[in-house]
Structures are given as structure tokens and as C-alpha cells.
């Protein structure tokens, strides 16, 4: 027998429309370069979205063409998510933050035909135009200067638009709407295309209750940027909610996130680590006497943040609990849309002590629904035990299986089709995935191996230590052994012997203790704001 | 260019894994007939549906065959729910508040082969089994009586099954999991078949945090039947989120629910207007001097009440508020599954007076994701204006397309592929839903419309009034008129003029005042507790 249920695709134009309809006096917040405000609401939003997929139609756009982004976090960039797909292309965010080359080989890989950029971007665009030619560049003047002849004007195309008119491109469910490349710290970057059909579903499951939690009373602050995994695709979830959206735009510093939570406090935000650990150290040094922004800032109580990107730290959770914030971090990559798991408060363990809170809370979490989640090991999958640890493999509508025109490779996917992350973990009773590092960050010291991240977090849970990264050196009698990288908070210093007896304290063997410390003063960072230890093992081949 | 993104179909099984994995020691509470309660884990739950899906094709079930349940609210029930779809299999819930008649006619209907019944409900089978050959019927042993030798074990044959060494029945996401009537208030009854796909989708939208808004740490009680619409979907949604689960089992007596609260006190409860207002009123009659009940109960403070079904009167809503309940109101069909529109708190209404909040939370409140609506007047589609009032159309992936073996009824299916619902309605700028009557429940007065639903709740809304009930009579001049049947609080009465003056009070106008009232001892219900007009209508013809 047969369902009789009706057919017909999931699509971003259904979440648009209802948005429009629905929501249309809500908010959508975007700080432009000179840090005003700028407040539109989402029935603006709906019309201009629609005007935006009816200019591209006018321009040529053809099915499936490729319209690349080079935006910060504002409104108009929210525009482009719904209204490039709208319209049949696929919007492809580009990383501002990659150099030139990369960028514009980026581009070129995705073969882009239109380009959408921030005015302020444009000296970027420059440095790159040679390296791909887009057929038309598309200026949104976010600061509000006259775009230059050459280029089009986006806010001249929407008004000569006709937004009531248009109609949607017709499409499938698994059509692609948005393309993103991975970051790359290894090799070159490959383009993972998310379709209609994950794109809903990723949604869908990262909005529920447990996760992401988002109701139409919500106002989230999108920290992460809109080409960092589309945001971890919480644009998408704001437009079905309907949550009023705060855009920082290019205002990413400490003190400028921090002044705008005083002029629209949200109620959830999500970031990298390194910007929470910013904030929190910008917001603590106003509290000394003395500090010319004694009395700036509040820190928003009740805020939820979640937190992903790399590994948080349980030193950082604790210094946002005391603030009346939980941070709730959770764990993914590009290729999984990207949130796999998130780590939350479970039913079982109420009433723990609080150490048993913060050390759950400092996991990758449990897995969400839809998303198959396995550890491999070298005989095959590993039991949640809490203590096997594999690679983690993952499968699922929304993850994705193979890279944009690359042949299939068996170090990428295996061959029952899962996805290989290259982080390796244990996953516990509860389903809670605790990261122990990158595949290529173990330290394999005499046989045994030993994790980078472990040792990072106990160093930085020291109060002298900023920040701490681990790395592996060639060692001719154990293999391998640890470098640590350390990072003095501000005129605060220790020697090695007390780091390493803090680390003894912390449980770890002697074995395990770094063999050698280096005092730098920064960690280098990829441009979405991981540890780079590419970047240290250059600096220190052993 | 294609999305990069897996392939995979949507499934009950990987929700099913997935809590057997992540939710193992978290508990299902059932009440058993002795009033006992029965603690199941996730765990067992998972070993016993596999266990179950395993017998079943033992027993030789081919893939699509219908299994029929019928069966109270209890573990094993929602064990029915993925272990039959787990086999292949089709799980068909019959309801056991139908005559024999129906549910035998019903069971031919959807050709079901296989039964799994309560051993209480025995004395039911033995009206129908002449009616409906069943091929095997499996019993349930709900009481812990033996099962007679004719029929087969539930129990023995869980004991005797490979739960480890069972395999899913490879499937279609489109492959139907579940068959449930329409209550047929009208007309025949007639099969609507969910499949993987229709449900995993609806669980995810129903369960978002302005809906049920489901979270890990709630308890949920299900007083509306797993034979009613799949109890509203929540079991699949509980399952996903692994929420500890209190079935009330056959104890439906609000003393019972209201004991049955004390032991496991809900934080989300669910059923239909009629159980709500019977219980308040118990609880109520509990307070006053000299009960028999004084102090037997509290309410659980804080939990939210979903209902549905029928409309919820406001005075519903206000008496349960003033006790710290919050009632949530949903409207759907059987026929979508059958969430499509739910009441909750809206952004934009913060601030707004007490008279605000209850008048919107008496409506049936937002269309969620996935699901259009249109309001559908005789010339097209009306304006989302609070005022047009025209007929519901819904369509989306969780909306039923056909009946199951009835040819497509342009009566109940627009020739665009829309589910015409028979509800009458209008829709406000914030898209909240008026239902304001059954198209064949509208009274026709003079060429004006009159809303027997608005009469009604205006009448609930007098202090000596338990229930009312208005209907259409036939009239010479105005060609209906409006009758209502009323029902006296105990030991309360009132003049038909003081009903009249309260109803000019609250805004009608003469011309929409009953023509007439009777004074009734209870309004007829249909088996999922609707008012049955059909049989008023009978009672009164003029």
C-alpha cells in the first residue's frame, strides 16, 4: 500500500513567504560601518528578498548559477541567503577572510558568475579581480557611499525590481541553494553544496528545544560570520522562528560587541571561543579600578551562547556561568551543515555538582537527530563506552557526501558511505562525544597517545595562562612528544615547573607532561578563528 | 551543478536507534488496570519494539501489511508504534470508543491482517471478530491475566524473539508507518496513511520551541488516545527528545488524571477541551468545605496543557491560568497529521493587557512550518485581514493528498491539490487562525452568517453554564436560526433572558441570539469527544 500523504519538495521559499506573512512587524538589526543602527523589518525583508531574486532573473541568472557573496553580517547578506536561491542560483559566501589568491581561486573552483559585495570590501574585490572574472559585481552600499560606475548597484536593482510579480524558480528538494568551501588547514578547500531538502532539515533539528531552543521571542546575535558554515545556519532558523536578528556587521571587536548588547540585548549569540574569551577578558579588565570603561558595559543575564568552531575550554564556561551566561557548545564542520552535536543539560544528571556540569558542558555533546554518529577504530566500531576512542564518522541527510567536483576520496568517506571526520573522540552512555583531538593533532609518544586538547585545557585553567596550544614534536626515543605553546595573560607569568606540577594536580601522568614550553604571544589563528598549528609546527619542527 | 549532500530516507528506525543509544536509563511510566504503575526504561523500550519488529515478521508479515492495534495508552502501545513500521508493517490504530460495528467495518476497510489488542478489550473483539477476519491476533497482557490458548502472546512472543539479530525492513522515506481514520462525523470514515517521511517531519515542526516545545527534561502525559490522530504525534516527538513519558493507560477519570498527577507530576499534558474542563471542575469541587476530596490534589504549577481537538472556550483558558496552567491551543484533522496551527505567546504582543492574551490564546493560533494556508472564499483567496472569512485550505508534506482506496472527492480536495478542511475561518496580520465554524455548522440567518462556536463560548463564559452546544434550525423567514442546547452547572440555573442579556454583553447583536433553548442533561460526543451536532441536530430537526 501507499502513503497517502502529498508530495512536494521542502524549499527556502516556503520559510521565506511564512516569514513575510507572519512576521512581518519583527526586527531585523544591522550595525553599518559607522556603528549606527539600522532597522528593517521582516516584511521589508520578504520584499526585498523577492525584488533581489527578481533583479538576478533580469541580470540572466539561469538555474543553478553560482552568486558569490563577500559580505559581513547584515541584512542584505540575510537577502542574498533567501533571495539567490529564490531566484534558482546558489549563494556561494565567500571567506573575507582568506587572502586574495584564495579567494579568488575559490571562486574560480566555483565557477561564480555574479558577485554580491559590501562597498567596504571593494579595495578586497580589487586585489582579486584579475584572479576570476565574475560577470557582474553587484555592490550593497553598507556604508552608504555612491557605488562607483562600473559596478551594479544592489540598492538600485531592488527598487527597479518587482517583487509582487515574481515568481519563484521552480526547483526539487535536493536542488543546491548555498555552497561553502572548508577551511582548509589542510589542503586545498573543497565546496560542500547544501540543497533545499538539508537545508530545511538542518533547520529544523538545530532549532528544537534542546538545541538551539529559538522562539519568536528570542533576539540572537549572529557573531559568527554569515560565510563561516552560513552562520551554522542560524539565519535560516531566525526567518522560521521569526527571532529578531542583531547584526554587528564588520564590528567584531571586543568593546563594539559589548557596546551593542547595552543597545539591543540578546537573549542567545553564537561565536567561535576566542571571541567569548575576548569579550570576557575586555569585559573583567573594565571591572578594575580605575579602567576608562568602568561602567560601560553589562553583561546580558540570562543569555544563552552557544559556542563552537574549537574546543571550548571549561575555564571559559565557568567565567560566563559566574555571569549569569551558559554557554552551550556544540560541535561540527562545513561538511555537516554543520551542527552534529550540541552538548545540553540532560535529564539524567540533574542534581550533579557542578564539576559534573561543567566538565559535560566542556564535550562536543550528543548527537542531534538525524545525524548517525560512529566511532571507528582500527577493527571496526567502538563502543560508548566513555573511554574507546576512534575516529568519528558521521551520516546523514545533512551531511554532506562527496565535495564539489573532486573525485571521491576514500581518506574523505569510507566505503559504506560516512563521512571521516578526522576528529577523534570517545562517546559515552549518555551519547555525550568527547573530542580528544584532530586526527593529525594525537601525540603518539612511546605507543601511547596523548591528547593535545587535554593538556591545552589544563594549561589554560591556569591563572597566568591566556592561552595554550599543543603541538607534536619528533622525538627519536618516544616517537613524538608535546610542545606546549603558551600565551601569558596580561603581566601575569609562572615558570615551566609550575605549569607542569598545575598539570599533575589536573591528573595527567608524568609521561604526559609537555617536554619542552615556548612563550609566544599569540597563538596564530586560521581566519575562522581556530588554533593554526600548521602554522607552530612551521615555527617549531622539533 | 548538485547538491553535495548525502542521500538517505527520512526514517522512524534511525529515532528509534537513537534513543535506544543516547536515552537508554530514562523511564516510560504506564498505569496499569489495577491502577499500579509499570516503570519501562528507553532501553527496554528499544530491545522490546525490536523485539516486537522482529515476532512480527516471524510471524510472517510482508512489507505494508496493516497491523491493527487496539489498545490504551501504555508502553507496549507506543512500542506498536515503531516496532510494526521497524517490521514493514503498517500500524493501524483503531478506536475502541467506535461501535463494534465500525471498528469491524473499519478494520476490513484498511484489510488489516494481524491485531494486537489489551487483554481488557477482549470483550470488544469478541463483538467484532465476526465482522473482520484477523489472521493473527496477538494480546496484549495489560492486566497480567494469562492469555487465552487462542490467541498469541504479545509477552511470549517478545521472550521469543532476536531483538540483537533483527534487521530493519528496508524502506521508501514514503513508505506508509501508520493508517488512522477520520472520526467521520459525516459520512464514512476513511483512511489517511503517514508515512517515514510526513512523520519524522511533522515531529520535528511540532516539537520546535514555540510549539510543543519539547525539551529532554520534560515529563509529558498523553491523555489524548494513541488511537486519536497518533496522540497528536507526541509519542514519535517524546521518543526524539527523550522525554520521560506517564500514560494514563484506561484511567481517564479526571480523579484518576488527577491522582495520576501527584504521582508523576507532567510538565506537558495533552487532550482534548472535554478533559480539561471535567477536571478542573473535579478539582474544584475538591476545594470546597467538607469534599470528600479536600486535599487529595495539587495542581502541577507550571505545566502546559496542549489541547486540541475541538475549540478551547476562554474561560478554559483563564481557569487553568489562575491556577499557573497554561493551556496552548492547536488546531488540525486527522488529515494533517495533526498539528497545523498552534497558539502561543507572539513577540510582538509582549506587553499586551490579560483580555489580549486570553482572546489569542482562544484562537487556534499560527500555521506552523511546512504547512500553507488560504483562507478560500467564493471568488479565491481572501486577505490575512481578521475579518474575511472564507473556508481553510491547507497543503504541505504532513497533509493528506487522498484517502486511503476512496477516489480523489473534489468536495475534499481542490483541483490545485489543496486539502479543503471544512473549518471556516478568517486570519489576522500575525496569522492567527479564527476558526469560526465547520462550514456545515454555520447558521445562515438572513443572508448573514452567525458562528455557532462564538454563541457557545459566550455562553461557557456565564457562570451557571457547564456546556453549551448551538445548532441550526431550519426558519421560514431568515432560513436558520440559531438553537442552543445548554447544560446547567450542578445545582446552577438561569433564565433563557439572562442568558440573552449576558450575550448582549458581550457583543452580539439581537438578531444573533438563539431563537430558542433547551436545556439539556449533556451534550451528545462523538468517540474522541467532540460535540456531536449530527445528533442534536437529529433531537431537534426544527
Chains 1, 2 share one sequence.
Not at 571587536?253 to 569579550?279: A, F
Request: charged share 20%.
Amino acid at each position: 500500500m501507499k502513503s497517502t500523504m502529498m508530495e512536494g519538495a521542502l524549499s527556502l521559499n516556503h520559510l521565506l513567504d511564512r516569514a513575510g506573512r507572519i512576521f512581518a512587524g519583527n526586527e531585523i538589526v544591522s550595525r553599518l560601518p559607522d556603528k549606527s543602527l539600522r532597522r528593517h523589518t521582516y516584511g521589508e525583508f520578504h520584499r526585498r528578498t523577492r525584488a533581489l531574486g527578481s533583479a538576478l532573473q533580469k541580470l540572466g541568472l539561469r538555474k543553478g548559477d553560482r552568486v558569490a557573496t563577500l559580505c559581513w553580517n547584515h541584512h542584505a547578506h540575510l537577502e542574498c541567503y533567501f533571495g539567490i536561491p529564490a531566484a534558482g542560483g546558489v549563494m556561494h559566501t565567500l571567506n573575507l577572510r582568506l587572502s586574495p589568491d584564495e579567494i579568488g581561486w575559490i571562486a574560480g573552483d566555483a565557477s561564480d558568475r555574479f558577485l554580491v559585495i559590501d562597498d567596504v570590501l571593494l579595495p578586497l574585490y580589487k586585489q582579486l579581480a584579475h584572479l576570476h572574472a565574475f560577470e557582474k559585481v553587484i555592490v550593497f552600499p553598507f556604508s552608504g557611499s555612491a557605488v562607483p560606475a562600473e559596478f551594479a548597484d544592489y540598492e538600485a536593482l531592488l527598487a527597479a525590481a518587482d517583487p509582487a510579480g515574481f515568481t519563484y524558480a521552480p526547483h526539487d528538494e535536493n536542488d543546491p541553494v548555498a555552497m561553502c568551501y572548508t577551511s582548509g588547514t589542510t589542503g586545498r578547500p573543497k565546496g560542500v553544496a547544501y540543497s533545499h531538502r538539508s537545508t530545511v532539515l538542518h533547520t529544523l533539528v538545530a532549532s528544537l528545544g534542546d538545541f538551539w531552543g529559538l522562539r519568536g521571542t528570542d533576539v540572537v546575535m549572529p557573531v559568527t560570520p554569515m560565510f563561516h558554515a552560513n552562520s551554522w545556519g542560524m539565519p535560516y532558523g531566525a526567518v522560521m522562528m521569526g527571532v529578531k536578528l542583531v547584526f554587528p556587521g564588520p564590528h567584531l571587536h571586543p568593546d563594539d560587541l559589548l557596546d551593542l548588547m547595552q543597545l539591543e540585548p540578546p537573549t542567545l549569540s553564537l561565536g567561535v571561543p576566542t571571541i567569548w574569551m575576548s569579550l570576557i577578558q575586555a569585559f573583567d579588565a573594565a571591572q578594575q579600578p580605575g579602567s576608562p570603561n568602568a561602567g560601560r558595559w553589562k553583561l546580558p543575564r540570562g543569555m544563552r551562547s552557544l559556542v563552537g568552531g574549537a574546543a571550548v575550554p571549561e575555564s571559559l564556561i565557568r567565567a560566563f556561568d559566574r555571569h549569569g551566561i551558559w554557554i552551550e557548545q556544540g560541535w561540527g564542520m562545513t561538511e555537516t551543515s554543520p551542527v552534529c552535536t550540541i552538548s545540553y543539560p540532560r535529564a539524567e544528571l540533574q542534581g550533579e555538582s557542578d564539576d559534573e556540569k561543567y566538565r559535560r558542558a566542556a564535550m562536543a555533546g550528543v548527537p542531534v537527530p538525524l545525524v548517525d554518529l560512529r566511532v571507528w577504530g582500527d577493527e571496526g566500531e567502538l563502543p560508548w563506552d566513555g573511554k574507546s576512542v576512534g575516529e568519528i564518522q558521521v551520516r546523514g541527510p545533512f551531511i554532506t557526501g562527496s565535495y564539489h567536483e573532486v573525485p571521491l576520496d576514500p581518506g574523505k568517506f569510507t566505503e559504506d558511505g560516512w563521512l571521516r571526520t578526522g576528529d577523534v573522540a570517545s562517546v559515552d552512555n549518555l551519547g555525550f562525544v568527547r573530542i580528544t583531538d584532530r586526527t593529525k593533532d594525537l601525540i603518539k609518544s612511546g605507543g601511547e597517545w596523548i591528547s593535545s586538547v587535554d593538556l591545552e585545557n589544563a594549561l589554560m585553567a591556569h591563572p597566568a595562562v591566556a592561552e595554550a596550544a599543543v603541538i607534536a614534536i619528533p622525538d627519536e626515543k618516544w616517537s613524538e612528544r608535546p610542545l606546549a605553546c603558551v600565551v601569558w595573560k596580561k603581566g601575569a607569568a609562572a615558570q615551566p615547573a609550575d605549569l607542569n606540577a598545575h598539570l599533575l594536580k589536573h591528573s595527567f601522568a608524568k609521561w604526559q607532561l609537555p617536554e619542552r614550553y615556548e612563550f609566544i604571544d599569540a597563538v596564530p589563528r586560521t581566519s575562522t578563528g581556530k588554533f593554526w598549528k600548521l602554522k607552530l609546527r612551521e615555527r617549531y619542527p622539533r
